[in-house]
Nanobody, 121 residues
Framework: QVQLVESGGGLVQPGGSARLSCVASGTILYVYSMGWYRQAPGNERELVASITREDSIKYADSVKGRFTISKDNAKNTVTVYLEMSTLQPEDTAVYYC?????????????WGQGTQVTVAS
């Protein structure tokens, strides 16, 4: 079991910045990738950014150059950050933290509860 606790988000003005954090705890040994997804009303959940155990990073084209994902490994936890800048109204969505695990071929995704990011003036 992996527990994910998200923080950050809220109301941000267009052009502003925000930071999301996600702390993973529990059986993090099998976590091979963590990331952020988002879902806007009426849309499917989409990948925003991900970072693997080996620090390989992937971004959605829509956020490249504006968002930065990073992680901090501690003994019993992994914290993933999403630094968001030059935010636009189209970035408004619920952002979900994801932890992808694999245990001898048994793959499972864990999700955070989601945090709302609203970009509006």
């Amino acid at each position: 079991q992996v527990q994910l606790v998200e923080s950050g988000g809220g109301l941000v003005q267009p052009g502003g910045s925000a930071r999301l954090s996600c702390v993973a705890s529990g059986t993090i040994l099998y976590v091979y990738s963590m990331g952020w997804y988002r879902q806007a009303p009426g849309n499917e959940r989409e990948l925003v950014a991900s970072i693997t155990r080996e620090d390989s990073i992937k971004y959605a084209d829509s956020v490249k150059g504006r968002f930065t994902i990073s992680k901090d490994n501690a003994k019993n936890t992994v914290t993933v950050y999403l630094e968001m800048s030059t935010l636009q109204p189209e970035d408004t969505a619920v952002y979900y933290c994801n932890a992808a695990t694999s245990n001898y071929g048994d793959d499972y995704d864990y999700w955070g509860q989601g945090t709302q990011v609203t970009v509006a003036s």
